[in-house]
């Protein structure tokens, strides 16, 4: 069983800026992907950004080039830096992660990001 911690969400300004941290658990050695989704009221869940074992990168269309995930290997983290945010942003962002070798999939418990106009 793999727990990832999330930290970072709060409320920001129009155009501020925010950092999202993710920790699992797991060891990178198991890591497939791991990645950001959000959530926002009466909304599906859709994804925002993810980073591959390999480190290659995509991104929602409604976020390049403002937001960027990176990853810190010996720690297991997995970083969301969102930049210029708007109230559109505004939702329940989750990390998640797919295991190596089992192929399940991890989700976080959530942290809120509110934008204020």
């Known amino acids: 069983q793999v727990q990832l911690v999330e930290s970072g969400g709060g409320l920001v300004q129009a155009g501020g800026s925010l950092r999202l941290s993710c920790t699992a658990s797991?060891?990178?050695?198991?890591?497939?992907?791991m990645g950001w989704y959000r959530q926002a009221p009466g909304k599906e869940r859709e994804l925002v950004a993810g980073?591959?074992?390999?480190?290659?990168?995509n991104y929602a269309d409604s976020v390049k080039g403002r937001f960027t995930i990176s990853r810190d290997n010996a720690q297991n983290t997995v970083y969301l830096q969102m930049n210029s945010l708007n109230p559109e942003d505004t939702a329940v962002y989750y990390c998640?992660?797919?295991?190596?070798?089992?192929?399940?999939?991890?989700w976080g418990q959530g942290t809120q990001v509110t934008v204020s106009s």
């Open positions: 980073i591959t074992r390999g480190g290659d990168t």
């Open positions: 998640n992660l797919e295991h190596r070798f089992t192929r399940e999939i991890y």
């Open positions: 797991s060891s990178f050695f198991s890591i497939k992907v």
